[in-house]
């Protein structure tokens, strides 16, 4: 018999793909045990699976609940790809609407952390989170804000804006690179003030 329907299951990320297990208070945080319930489509050749081959659980942090932090202990399966001309025999089934792949954040969070580190700068932008129950070091800011400009590294860009950008505040500053058009606006951030940055930049570009 399915479960009952939980008020909690509307908090979720991707509600409408998973589905709430249980919910555990520890200490200083909730654990919170969820499943996904969709279809397992192989992520290199699209074709559906229903053949299972295993499971495992994915560790994520999410949104805070009432000011403490939020883990989400995902169950993941794995399925066999019965297509014979894939090259991919075994995959996880994707939820990019909770996760990216082999991250340790769900994607909501993943954009606060990185428009605070926009801001903020790294130091400055950890405090702000923890603040907000968002427990993170300012060397996992920095990186986050670093990878949403290399995912982006590829796409053509028409309006490019261009400013500083405090690594430590009042220690070290870099040049970050912004779309002025693109709603994921970050382009790149680099060591260094303008001129030279710019330069390098372009290179990296061309």
């Known amino acids: 018999m399915a479960p009952p329907p939980s008020h909690s299951q509307a908090v979720l990320p991707a509600a409408q793909n998973l589905v709430l297990d249980r ?35 994915r560790r994520l ?25 894939c090259t991919r025999k075994i995959f996880a089934e994707p939820l990019p609407e909770v996760a990216r792949s082999h991250a340790r954040w769900t994607t909501r969070v993943s954009e606060i952390i990185r428009l605070i580190g926009y801001t903020a700068g790294g130091l400055p932008g950890s405090r702000i989170l923890d603040r907000l129950a968002i427990p993170i070091s300012d060397d996992t800011v920095i990186r986050m804000v670093k990878a949403s400009g290399d995912a982006a590294a590829g796409d053509p860009v028409r309006h490019i804006g261009v400013d500083d ?11 970050i690179f912004v779309d002025l058009i693109s709603i994921e606006s970050l382009i790149s951030c680099l060591t260094g003030r303008q001129s030279l940055s ?9």
Do not use: M
């Open 61 to 85: 942090k999410d949104l805070p609940w009432q000011g403490f932090a939020v883990e989400l202990r995902l169950k993941t399966r794995r399925f066999r790809c019965r297509n014979q001309a």
């Open 165 to 175: 950008w405090a690594w430590r505040k009042g220690q070290s500053y870099g040049t």
């Open 23 to 57: 919910i555990e208070h520890v200490d200083d945080r909730f654990l919170v045990d969820v499943h996904a319930q969709q279809t397992a489509r192989c992520p290199a050749c699209g074709k559906l699976s229903q053949s299972r081959h295993s499971a495992y659980v």
């Open 198 to 206: 710019e330069r390098g930049w372009k290179t990296t570009r061309a």
